[in-house]
């Protein structure tokens, strides 16, 4: 295990100094040590991992190895570079990357929808040395498993950090602007979905459902100048940039989907949403009538139900605990309602067994969830793509943090494209559920529209 201090050096500088290399990325909790103490940045993986058309190809050097299912090319990579190296960090190199909510056929017994939007379903690479900032003690270090020979060495990854950062040119900041966005469906299109999941509640198929519109939007400039603003103006518990060549991935996540640590897992699912205000009567006011919603806390219970359930596939009888319940956290812009349900895994159980019993998350699919990801299908016009999956990262240890990819952009081909939802139960109100789509999307649209928002619902 190699650990080296490298002062000066703070997370956007060390990315802006990596980017040039393959798939850099930074998975940050924001400037807000009280979110999250640490902030991780490599690039150039050794190996990756990537799945496209059903077919999973795992690269290591010049060796590709096929699979059918991405879970198990991610159990066996992290089998053959298993260890138990010191622990100084929460994560101190492993794979990063995210998973499409489209795999959920690899978990059950759904077709398969491919994206529109062409870009894998799933991508990790394997990435040793990563840079670590510590927020509360203000210093950078560099972390190396020494896991490989042929990675990158850290004395040539200290020197790209330490040469690069001092470049001011990379300290430019291009915002992309836009005048407008579309929407795949229409409001009326909308409203008319949330009507058919209602009527689907009647026939007593589900409980509730998750539906969501995706919004696109032209997108010029320098895309990381949208991870920055969003972190300056509204950061999120996993906020992420990766840039992945033809595409990247901007997350700024509230919603953790599983974390692992030292044999316990935990879920933390959001259900209820309230806009904030500025005025701090009103605010509170909007506190406690998100407690105190009916239909907020029915939908809020379900959800735990269900992950105590999916959690019950996976870890000991008797250790599954409910560790907070219908709790309020604040964003800058929003409210939310969140549960963390905990237990200890099994013995043998591994971080892949984990997803696959829990993919994707209850929060973003409904009750039941089989049935309720039928109905998704059956309604929602295009495919989810990376939203409502997961990413995040494994260590080599186990140990793993993975966020439901929710308030998550892709940027391809000079386009933005944004999903945007929320959980439908039998008394819900179509405008106000409409309404919470486009609130969720707001901290994106305060970004990237010029001179307000102009919403053209023509598509």
Do not use: W
């Amino acid at each position: 295990m190699y650990i080296e201090p490298l002062n000066g050096i703070k997370p956007l500088e060390a990315f802006r100094a990596l980017r040039g290399l393959p798939y850099p990325f930074i998975l940050s909790g924001g400037m807000n040590p009280a979110m999250k103490r640490y902030t991780y940045i490599s690039a150039a993986p050794f190996l990756h991992i990537s799945t496209k058309g059903g077919q999973t190809v795992s690269t290591l050097s010049s060796q590709n190895i096929l699979y059918k299912d991405p879970f198990q090319a991610i159990s066996d990579v992290m089998e053959e570079f298993k260890a138990k190296p010191e622990r100084f960090f929460p994560f101190q190199g492993g794979i990063v990357g995210y998973l499409s909510y489209d795999l959920k056929s690899f978990v059950e017994d759904i077709p398969y929808r491919a994206s529109d939007i062409d870009i894998p379903d799933c991508f990790f690479g394997m990435y040793d040395p990563i840079f670590v900032y510590d927020h509360i003690g203000k210093i950078g270090y560099i972390v190396s498993t020494g896991i490989k020979n042929d990675t990158m060495d850290k004395i040539e990854f200290r020197n790209i950090l330490s040469r690069q950062s001092l470049n001011k040119k990379l300290y430019d900041i291009e915002i992309p602007k836009t005048t407008s966005f579309t929407s795949n469906m229409t409001k009326a299109e909308y409203i008319e979905i949330i009507r058919k999941v209602h009527e689907y509640i009647a026939a007593g198929d589900i409980y509730q459902a998750n539906i969501s519109q995706r919004l696109s939007m032209e997108c010029n400039g320098d895309p990381f100048s949208i991870y920055q603003k969003l972190l300056s103006r509204s950061p999120a518990q996993f906020s992420a940039f990766m840039d992945l060549g033809s595409f990247q991935v901007i997350c700024n996540s509230p919603e953790r989907f599983l974390g692992i640590n030292d044999g316990y897992i935990e879920t933390s699912p959001i259900k209820g949403t309230r806009p904030r205000s500025i005025v701090e009567e009103k605010d509170l006011h909007l506190i406690d009538g998100l407690r105190s919603d009916q239909k907020e806390l029915a939908e809020h219970i379900m959800i735990v139900d269900l992950e105590r359930n999916d959690l019950g596939r996976i870890c000991d009888i008797g250790t599954i605990s409910v560790k907070k319940l219908m709790s309020i956290e604040t964003l800058p812009n929003l409210h939310h309602m969140v549960s963390t349900v905990r237990g200890r895994l099994k013995d043998g159980i591994k971080p892949t067994d984990c997803i696959k019993a829990c993919f994707p998350g209850g929060s973003v699919t409904g009750a039941p969830k089989i049935r309720a990801m039928e109905i998704i299908d059956e309604l929602e016009p295009t495919p989810r793509g990376i939203y409502t999956g997961a990413l995040g990262y494994i260590d080599l240890s186990g140990n793993m943090d993975l966020a439901i990819t929710i308030r998550t952009a892709i940027l391809k081909d000079r386009r933005l494209f944004l999903h945007v939802g929320g959980g439908i139960v039998s008394d819900s109100k179509v405008e106000s559920e409409y309404d919470e789509t486009l609130l969720k999307a707001d901290s994106f649209l305060r970004t990237l529209i010029t001179d307000g928002i102009y919403y053209d619902n023509s598509l």
